[in-house]
């Protein structure tokens, strides 16, 4: 197999401020692979083999829910790392990379991944600095997702937790974005009851509050 070029992740946001030696040892053990439009480069809850580095066009990241849903998490671009699981103290990857159109990637074994953190500590940041920027822009689109489906399903945030339509007969909501809407419900209540609000509600919606919210 050629020898992969340090040209390929130089300059690139994970190896910011790594020295071209340290670029030199971690291509030494990676390997360029094709993914044509539309296969998987890894799916949700497969076991964490690799985790890759994506050179070229784009994946969607795509999570299915308890209830079969599917919903697309993100897009990863050129430059970015993707499958990096590991870092997330997890053995199994957290949802499917979906090739959407043919893409190139470099791939290293997942039991590399804490070798690689303690030997180049740039590495290691930039990679939990993009972890911790994911999980906060996948909770922004959860709660969005969840919102939407409150108004789409035209009842209040109390009925929608309780999996109820407007007429009180039990409907078909989302059972992961209910559990975001409960959450969101408590810590609104929190906040409201740090500053006495609650004290004007009337007796029946801080009732229904407290049960929905806990």
Not at 39 to 56: I, K, R, T
Not at 126 to 154: F, H, I
Request: hydrophobic residues 45%; charged residues 20%.
């Amino acid at each position: 197999m050629s020898r992969l070029d340090r040209s390929l992740i130089t300059g690139l946001p994970p190896f910011e401020g790594m020295a071209p030696a340290d670029l030199d040892r971690m291509l030494a053990q990676a390997r360029s692979q094709r993914i044509a439009k539309d296969e998987a480069v890894f799916e949700q809850e497969g076991e964490a083999h690799s985790f890759f580095l994506l050179l070229d066009a784009h994946v969607r990241v795509v999570k299915t829910t308890p209830d079969g849903q599917q919903v697309i998490v993100r897009y990863i671009s050129p430059g970015e790392l993707m499958g990096i699981a590991h870092a997330l103290g997890r053995t199994t990857y957290p949802a499917s990379a979906i090739a959407v159109v043919d893409c190139v990637v470099l791939a290293w074994p997942g039991q590399l991944w804490p070798e690689f953190a303690a030997a180049f500590p740039n590495f290691g940041a930039n990679t939990y600095k993009t972890v911790g920027s994911r999980l906060q822009d996948a909770q922004t689109r959860v709660v969005e997702m969840a919102t939407e489906q409150v108004e789409v399903a035209s009842v209040p945030f109390v009925q929608f937790v309780a999996n109820k339509s407007g007429k009180g007969e039990s409907a078909n909501y989302s059972f992961v974005l209910r559990g975001y809407v409960r959450h969101w419900l408590g810590q609104v209540w929190a906040e409201y009851d740090k500053v006495k609000l609650v004290d004007l509600l009337s007796p029946k919606a801080e009732s229904n509050v407290r049960q929905v919210a806990g």
